[in-house]
């Protein structure tokens, strides 16, 4: 059971847009600890898409893009191409227990 | 451009104790601008983390592990490294050592990953 919920699937046609949530409590996003996003294609290690709730890294299109309100956030992906089907996670902080870091279960999406 | 590479046995007995080392590329643990980690995914599961190193005398790990996990890092040879004590098979995952920010602590450089499993 994670910490940060998500959906286990969505699904977009190649062009659409999708956003995935991150649904947290008081003690993670609730309480304005930052949100990251994770994109992990099959066989490949996870990589850092946007940081700090909003923040694209470098190299990273800008047709991914991410929020925060509240004790939730959006990771959202306009322009669907096939290649970004992939795992993607949301990321953040928990101050219960003295503090740790704590992860979604992960959301697949699929590209019709 | 910080790497990472996972080393160590891909079997581990239950009830033993699995070590793995991540070696750094030179250079990159020199400024203590950020943490050191290690973050495992079970197959067909999510990320967990494990916990991480900033110093020897600074550490911090997951509440559901930290009675059987030791992190130690030796800077001067650029590396760091795990140790989880009486694994049992929920414990077999993708290990991954990993560069952790500070604050507001996001993970920005990986390594390939190294497949551990417990089984007699």
């Known amino acids: 059971q994670s910490v940060l919920t998500q959906p286990p699937s969505v699904s977009g046609a190649p062009g659409q847009r999708v956003t995935i949530s991150c649904t947290g409590s008081s003690s993670n996003i609730g309480a304005g600890y930052d949100v990251h996003w994770y994109q992990k294609l099959p066989g490949a290690a996870p990589k850092l898409l946007i940081y700090g709730n909003r923040d694209r890294r470098s190299g990273v299109p800008d047709r991914f893009s991410g929020s925060k309100s509240g004790t939730s956030a959006s990771l959202a992906i306009s322009g669907l191409q096939a290649e970004d089907e992939a795992d993607y996670y949301c990321q953040s902080y928990d101050s219960s227990l003295s503090g740790f870091v704590v992860f979604g279960g992960g959301t697949k999406l699929t590209v019709l | 451009q910080v790497q990472l590479q996972e080393s160590g046995p891909g079997l581990v007995k239950p009830l033993q104790t699995l070590s793995l080392t991540c070696s750094v590329s030179a250079g990159s643990m020199s400024n203590g601008n950020c943490y050191w980690s290690w973050i495992r995914q079970p197959a067909g599961k999510g990320l967990e983390w494990i916990g991480r190193i900033y110093t020897s005398d600074s550490t911090r790990y997951n509440p559901s592990l930290k009675s059987r996990v030791t992190m130690s890092i030796d800077t001067s040879k650029s590396l760091f490294s795990l140790h989880l004590s009486s694994v049992t098979a929920a414990d077999t995952a993708l290990y991954y050592c990993?560069?952790?920010?500070?604050?507001?602590?996001?993970?920005?450089?990986w390594g390939q990953g190294i497949l551990v499993t417990v089984s007699s």
């Open positions: 990993v560069r952790e920010s500070l604050y507001p602590y996001y993970f920005d450089y």
